[in-house]
T-cell receptor, first 113, second 116 residues
Framework: DQQVKQNSPSLSVQEGRISILNCDYT??????FLWYKKYPAEGPTFLIS?????DKNEDGRFTVFLNKSAKHLSLHIVPSQPGDSAVYFC????????????FGKGTRLHILP | DAMVIQNPRYQVTQFGKPVTLSCSQT?????MYWYQQKSSQAPKLLFH???????NEADTPDNFQSRRPNTSFCFLDIRSPGLGDAAMYLC???????????????FGPGTRLTVT
């Protein structure tokens, strides 16, 4: 049973436009959410995170939005750049319970020239 | 630079022949993780160490074992690899960040295991 779901395996966006990657979760105990970016032949690298006490966190071109009632979060990248082409993993953890982070299957983002 | 290092990057082993994957870190993080990732799937947590405390996932096969002799090193032992164990194996470490807490994991580049 997938606790973290990324329903879009891939997404193509024109360079300069906004990329929106979506993620849903089922476990109401999750209280910390992360996005990771992965290039081929490399390990995932941390991108941005958000605690459940917030509904938005921004870092440069990257913004993560959290809707707790809908158990949904999204990553916005604006403007999208060619170097943003990668696989993006959504992840979640229940910080007060354990040290584990549960990952989604990832969304492959293609930035088109 | 502080980092998570995995050796080797590519490992080929024969069916049933024990294999060990290694991970080292210079971050001095107290939590270390091993994940298995197959193509187009989410990284699947196998086990993790909080300091020397070993935490095994319920669905991790007995075929997979781990050792952490010190803070810096962690090993994944696959006692009798099967064809289904071919995958990317990712090592990660974590630290607590921010006032509200939260775990940010740092990943190594992974070891791709092929079983012949």
């Amino acid at each position: 049973d997938q606790q973290v779901k990324q329903n879009s395996p891939s997404l193509s966006v024109q360079e300069g436009r906004i990329s929106i990657l979506n993620c849903d979760y089922t476990n109401s105990m999750f209280d910390y959410f992360l996005w990771y970016k992965k290039y081929p032949a490399e390990g995932p690298t941390f991108l941005i995170s958000i605690s459940s006490i917030k509904d938005k966190n921004e870092d440069g071109r990257f913004t993560v939005f959290l809707n707790k009632s809908a158990k949904h979060l999204s990553l916005h990248i604006v403007p999208s750049q060619p170097g943003d082409s990668a696989v993006y993993f959504c992840a979640a953890s229940a910080m007060n319970r354990d040290d584990k982070i549960i990952f989604g299957k990832g969304t492959r983002l293609h930035i088109l020239p | 630079d502080a980092m998570v290092i995995q050796n080797p990057r590519y490992q080929v082993t024969q069916f049933g022949k024990p294999v060990t994957l290694s991970c080292s870190q210079t971050l001095n993080h107290n939590v270390m993780y091993w994940y298995q990732q197959k193509s187009s799937q989410a990284p699947k947590l196998l086990f993790h160490y909080y300091d020397k405390d070993f935490n095994n996932e319920a669905d991790t096969p007995d075929n997979f074992q781990s050792r952490r002799p010190n803070t810096s090193f962690c090993f994944l032992d696959i006692r009798s690899p099967g064809l289904g164990d071919a995958a990317m194996y990712l090592c990660a470490t974590s630290r607590l960040v921010g006032i509200a807490g939260g775990y940010e994991q740092y990943f190594g580049p992974g070891t791709r295991l092929t079983v012949t």
